[in-house]
């Protein structure tokens, strides 16, 4: 049986999940191994997860799948109970279980530019990702966090989540066409589209941008990063797709292959 993995979402078309997980399955000499994208929505989660056999060892989760996912693992860990999102399913012994590398890729890919104080960040979006960079910034010691977003409701979930932290920090919701921006690290979930001249004026003070998005690429405010550290999509994506790489495979893969896999694509993609 030869092992299968792969990754879910919709829209999927642009992932680069298998560009990265392939690169490592060649550098592990893993050539039996194969990872593919499969376009699967909230209403099809189900049925596509009661068709898999026993060949498969995991699956990497992208929107809208990360909450909706939950219910139907047989274990969560302590990052997924607390973010209330997954982004990878396990499969193991006839178990499902699920993890959150979101986070500690997002701590690991800011600590590889950025070896600073973290005291106080800026959100921008409130959804599954946004709680993700949140809690990671919280690890790396944000006292304060404004989670900027079109409307309030788009924030619950993150808002409680943080909170609800043993080391919880000061959180509060502004409005992202025009509350002020103010911290050490600026974390962007929002689409590039609404990247709007007047809020990348507004993060200009920031000391490091993390720009969520791989594409398109550069977004507004990653240009507008230039003199800073920027940590960038991909750098998000190939941390915590080596983190997955590790639970699905038990093998370690350098985050640099993966990245030069990511890269090669991008600039084909741009050219």
Same mark, same amino acid.
């Given at each position: ?14 992932? /680069? ?58 274990? @969560? ?62 690890? /790396? ?29 000061? @959180?509060? @919701?502004? =409005? ?35 720009? #969520? /998005?791989? =594409? ?18 991909? =750098? ?5 797709? #080596? ?11 350098? #985050? ?16």
């Amino acid at each position: 049986m030869a092992p299968r993995c792969g990754v879910l979402g919709d829209p999927i078309a642009h992932s /680069l999940s298998p560009v990265l997980h392939r690169a490592g399955y060649s550098a592990c000499g893993l050539d039996d191994w194969s990872y593919d994208a499969h376009r699967v929505d909230e209403a099809t989660l189900p049925e596509f997860l009661d068709g898999l056999d026993d060949d498969w060892r995991g699956l990497s989760l992208t929107m809208p799948l990360k909450r909706a996912v939950l219910p139907m693992a047989d274990e @969560v860990s302590d990052r997924v109970r607390v973010s209330r999102a997954a982004n990878t399913l396990v499969f193991r012994d006839g178990r499902t279980s699920a993890h959150n590398t979101d986070i500690p890729g997002a701590i690991a890919a800011l600590r590889e530019q950025y070896a600073g104080p973290v005291t106080r960040a800026t959100i921008l979006g409130g959804g599954a990702t946004a709680t993700s960079l949140g809690m990671a910034l919280v690890e /790396l010691g944000a006292a304060r966090i404004d989670v900027l977003v079109r409307s309030a409701d788009r924030a619950v979930e993150t808002i409680e989540v943080l909170r609800s932290l043993p080391s919880a920090p000061q @959180v509060e @919701v502004g =409005d992202l066409f025009t509350s002020e921006v103010t911290g050490d690290v600026v974390a962007s979930t929002i689409p590039a589209t609404a990247q709007s001249d007047d809020l990348v004026t507004r993060c200009a003070d920031a000391g490091v941008i993390f720009e #969520a /998005l791989y =594409d398109p690429w550069p977004t507004p405010l990653a240009v507008s990063a230039a003199g800073r550290p920027l940590i960038g999509g991909l =750098d998000l994506l190939v941390h915590q797709a #080596a983190l997955q790489f590790e639970l699905f495979t038990g093998n370690s893969v350098p #985050a640099a292959v993966m990245r030069e896999a990511g890269r090669a694509v991008l600039a084909r993609s741009s050219s």
